[in-house]
């Protein structure tokens, strides 16, 4: 039972260094920021640190200040334990994946399926919504009373990972674990509207040129988007755009996998690819084809190539695998 061994663990170690992924989103934050308190509860030493920023909209999480951004050379981490959360492998922590691990324990909490179970204690349980739940279930086995920070952190990493409770990794108990969180003086509609309804107007009207580039193909059941980096290379951009083109996909009626092929500005012929599926077509296999991973029904890739090779190469894997239900 790997909890237990997690607990064991927690509670043997004193000195711990807690990470996630780039790119941080909702859960890696809400998971770290709720296992940081939790640490802390149990009387332990315990530091945040990521190879990137808190993104634009998750600026209201008071704890924006104690995590820590990973600059090679200059972050010195004295630990003797590394809590790795919601990553399925130690490269999706970029920086910090690479610290030197000798001597040191290593705990891998994640819901990836693709998880490559890669530490000495590894829990893994992909059929919960998000780390963040698998988080709140580490307080509740060790006896351990929410307050409102440790609240507020899980339930906007729940929230996030369950597209606000309808994706279908959203279970009973999910429910039941945002009930009691919520239940700590948590004010959800504000929450929603600072993670969701901060979208600058500018923003707004960059998703107004992007949606009428939508392609569709074998009879409507994929839908896809693709963002040349000439159409945002040069301005600022606030918010995830992704997530609110890939939501707008998965609305069409019909659909059963949407894409997103997106220019990566920081390198040439790098294209990362967000699939998006509502379950009959396991997404994961397809972006484990390209070296990705994720869930079943949300995962993503990062291919080397143009864009227009990328996407024939991806669409094939595609149709095969919806031709196959
Ligand atoms: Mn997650």
Redesign the pocket.
Known sequence: MSLKKVIASLKKENNFLITSHVNL????LG?QIGLYYLLKAIGKRAVIVDDDTIPYGYEFLPEGKIIKRFRRGKTKIDFDCLVIL?CSDLRRAGEVGKIDLKGKAVINI???ISNEIFADVNWVEPDT????EMVYKLYKKMGVPFEKNSALALYV?ILT?TGSFHYSNTSGATHRAAAELMECGLKVNAIYRQIYETIPFSDMKLLGNILPGIKRAFAGRVVWFELERKLWAGKKISFDLSEHILSFGRAIEGVEVVCLFKENLGAKNEIRVNFRSHGRVDVNKIARIFGGGGHKTAAGATIHGRLPVVRSKVLSKVKAAVAAI
Not at 25 to 28: F, L
């Open positions: 989103e909702g859960d890696a998971s919601d994640d819901h990836h919504s998000s780390a963040s990493g990972d």
